[in-house]
């Protein structure tokens, strides 16, 4: 069994910085897939930025040169450093890992409990 959990959201002032985390425990054998969503009042559910297991990163337009995504694979810890935030940013952000546990012939998406981040004077 695997559990995630997420930290590091909170309230910030425009322009300011949060850094979330997201760190995975328990019968994991590797982490292929790291995926940030956030989903904001009334809104879908959107990609925020995705990392590779070769290094690899991509982010959402409204993000790129804002968002850092990031890992700690020894500590099975996935990281979205958040600069220049904006009342935009507003939402709960979820991490999504692509997980293959120990004695399993396939992958499985995790999902963590999410993390408000709310942008406000």
């Known amino acids: 069994q695997v559990h995630l959990v997420e930290s590091g959201g909170g309230l910030v002032q425009p322009g300011g910085s949060l850094r979330l985390s997201c760190a995975a425990s328990?019968?994991?054998?590797?982490?292929?897939?790291m995926s940030w969503y956030r989903q904001g009042p009334g809104k879908q559910r959107e990609l925020v930025a995705t990392?590779?297991?070769?290094?690899?990163?991509d982010y959402a337009d409204s993000v790129k040169g804002r968002f850092t995504i990031s890992r700690d694979s020894a500590k099975n810890t996935v990281y979205l450093q958040m600069n220049s935030l904006k009342p935009e940013d507003t939402a709960v952000y979820y991490c999504n890992l692509e997980i293959l546990e120990r004695g399993r012939p396939y992958r499985e998406d995790y999902w963590g409990q999410g993390t408000q981040v709310t942008v406000s004077s």
């Open positions: 328990g019968n994991i054998f590797s982490i292929n897939f």
């Open positions: 990392l590779t297991r070769g290094g690899t990163t």
